[in-house]
């Protein structure tokens, strides 16, 4: 009975229950999405969402792909070892390598923010209007969207 796998028992934490593990969450992990994106606070710097909650950054780019580093720390303050990918040819990102060491976050409020913020800046920098009346607009914009 306690070989029964219906008999509502844990089965033990070995080598074997790990690899498993490992093999589900690399198997949910390796599908192909498309990448959503967001200027970054650093000029020429762009974030990459990968619509399951998780933010990259670009490590390098080789062999007509970006390679991504994420972005978040964990809660003891060490950089989240978690890599993806994005195909050049068709801009859809996978996750790849290490497991995510931080929960995801829902990032709609984050990008929302970042483009605003961002042609604020760019309107401030190329136009002679007064930086209220430029915040101003983009509120009012931003309202007519939401």
Not at 113 to 136: Q, Y
């Given at each position: 009975m306690a070989d029964d796998p219906e008999c509502g028992?844990?089965?033990?934490?070995?080598?074997?229950?790990?690899?498993?593990?490992?093999?589900?969450?690399?198997q949910s992990q390796s599908t192909w999405s498309p990448v959503r994106t967001a200027p970054g606070l650093r000029p020429n710097c762009t974030i990459f969402y990968d619509g399951n909650g998780f933010a990259y950054h670009n490590h390098k780019i080789a062999n007509n792909k970006k390679y991504l580093k994420c972005t978040q720390k964990s809660i003891k303050k060490k950089p989240c070892p978690a890599r993806a990918v994005i195909r050049n040819h068709d801009n859809m990102i996978r996750h790849s390598g290490e497991p995510h060491t931080h929960k995801p976050r829902n990032y709609d409020e984050d990008l929302l923010?970042?483009?605003?913020?961002?042609?604020?800046?760019?309107?401030?920098?190329?136009?002679?209007?007064?930086?209220?009346?430029?915040?101003?607009e983009e509120i009012k914009k931003l309202?007519?969207?939401?």
């Open positions: 028992e844990v089965p033990k934490s070995g080598p074997q229950t790990r690899l498993k593990s490992k093999i589900k969450l690399e923010k970042r483009n605003f913020l961002m042609k604020i800046r760019e309107r401030a920098i190329n136009e002679d209007t007064p930086n209220r009346a430029i915040f101003d309202v007519y969207l939401l």
